[in-house]
């Protein structure tokens, strides 16, 4: 399958709302598209600082400001871009493996939960954009192969 930025989605999770405030649900390959493996969350993080940086091999993920605001700009390594705004605690972003992303822009109150389909693995990252580049062409050339 080809993980291009069509495939890089925003998703409405179930809202419960009353009198008592609002509660968000997001159950595992119901609400989030895959198995849910690990969560992190990223906070703190001043609003010219940019994260990320990298594009995960195997991993897919979905992205939640739970609390603020944040950005994410998706490349796919062939000249396309989107960005994306995180700002409403029932509101996703759902990312394929092998998307270069980019988050940044975060208010002081961000608060980025990130739901992963993997455990971590530093060997699935890549970190250098060139290389994610050319793999990506390379995918691409095996793909044209193969049809
Ligand atoms: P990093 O990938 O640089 O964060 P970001 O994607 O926001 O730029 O991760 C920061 C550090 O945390 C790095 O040393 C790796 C570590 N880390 C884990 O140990 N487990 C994890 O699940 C994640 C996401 C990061």
């Given at each position: 399958?080809?993980?291009?930025?069509?495939?890089?989605?925003?998703?409405?999770?179930?809202?419960?709302?009353?009198?008592?405030?609002?509660?968000v649900?997001?159950?595992?390959?119901?609400?989030?598209?895959?198995?849910?493996?690990?969560?992190?969350y990223i906070y703190?993080t001043?609003?010219?600082?940019?994260?990320?940086?990298?594009?995960?091999?195997?991993?897919?993920?979905v992205l939640i400001n739970v609390a603020g605001k944040s950005k994410i700009?998706?490349?796919?390594?062939?000249?396309?871009?989107?960005?994306f705004s995180l700002n409403r605690p029932r509101t996703g972003v759902?990312?394929?493996?092998?998307?270069?992303?980019?988050m940044?822009d975060f208010s002081?109150d961000s608060v980025l939960l990130c739901?992963?389909?993997?455990?971590?693995?530093?060997?699935?990252?890549?970190?250098?954009?060139?290389?994610?580049?050319?793999?990506?062409?390379?995918?691409?050339?095996?793909?044209?192969?193969?049809?």
């Open positions: 399958m080809k993980h291009n930025i069509n495939n890089v989605r925003m998703l409405e999770l179930p809202e419960y709302g009353d009198d008592r405030g609002n509660l649900v997001a159950e595992t390959e119901q609400d989030i598209p895959f198995s849910i493996q690990r969560v992190f703190g001043k609003g010219d600082i940019v994260r990320g940086k990298h594009a995960n091999r195997k991993t897919q993920f700009r998706i490349k796919d390594g062939e000249g396309n871009e989107a960005v759902y990312l394929p493996p092998m998307v270069w992303k980019e940044f002081e739901l992963a389909s993997a455990h971590y693995d530093a060997e699935e990252y890549i970190r250098d954009y060139d290389t994610y580049v050319e793999e990506i062409a390379k995918m691409n050339r095996s793909m044209e192969e193969q049809h």
